[in-house]
């Protein structure tokens, strides 16, 4: 009786109190470590809650790979990270057949996308072949090695990172591949508070012990917990007008952005920003989406998946513009 008194009535029964336990103490963790990222452990979080990937954009020493490495110290999971580069070969990342000579077989060496959380660091900077075989990996949650498949862990979630003021010797991450990463987080500049702290803590030497908060196990039932989040019928009707406006503005009484988009958001796009909103709800303690989540998240969702067309780009009128005012013109039904 007194835990039922104990449970939080704005949770559905498929929440637990202790999954909030959990995600709370994964942030803290993580924030012992990262100063002034909050919006981006969110936005890891909710990649991680729904089993999705995120990429991460933003210059060099914003802590984006420190962020991810320490996520994933926190989760007790398996961790790799994979330097990309121009001469990385596919099965550098998914692993090969090695013949052995004592009984004269063909054995399957696993490569390092066999774990639980893996760092693509500089994505952007490997070939075609390899994007298409993490391609693979990404939407299917397996590797063909010699013919035979071979599943991936569970979770298996993909953090990759790239650099938006450097483009020589880069290669530009194909539309289909971009669409799989359910999020992708601009990194920005830490605030002079912040920064102090941050400069105090690398002069002053200190360093941080990690303890695991969860497990894979664990991991699956927070995921499920997100699908009980309950989302309403306005709020789903809101999140298929977002996502139909970015292909027709002038239905929705937005013509002067018509010029500025090729093309819109996939299907895709509808349902990740519906779950993304589901985990935002669960990582602030509600069993209940929000408008605000669906336009918290609503700029990562889709500022990769918007394509510009040349007059917009002549206008310097960015994706996240755009995206500002879909979120002022498409009103909650």
Known sequence: MAQERDRDLSLPSAIEPRHLHVLARIREQVSRVIVGQDALIDRLLVALLTNNHALIEGVPGLAKTLTVSTLARALHCSFARIQFTPDLLPADITGTLVFNPKDAEFRVRLGPLFANVVLADEINRAPAKVQSALLEAMQERQVTIGGETHRLPVPFLVLATQNPIEHEGTYPLPEAQLDRFMLKVIV???????????????????????????????????????????????????????IEATRDPARYRMPEIEPLLEYGASPRASVFLARAAQAYALLHGRGYVLPEDVKALAPDVLRHRLVTTYEAEAQAVTTEQIVDRLLEGVGIP
């Open 188 to 242: 920005d500049y830490p605030e002079p508070e912040q920064e102090r702290d941050i400069l105090r803590r690398a002069l002053d030497g200190e360093s941080v012990h990690i303890d695991p908060v969860t497990d894979a196990a664990e991991l699956g039932e927070l995921t499920q917990a997100v699908t009980a989040v309950q989302i309403n019928d306005r709020l789903r009707e809101y999140v298929v007008r977002l």
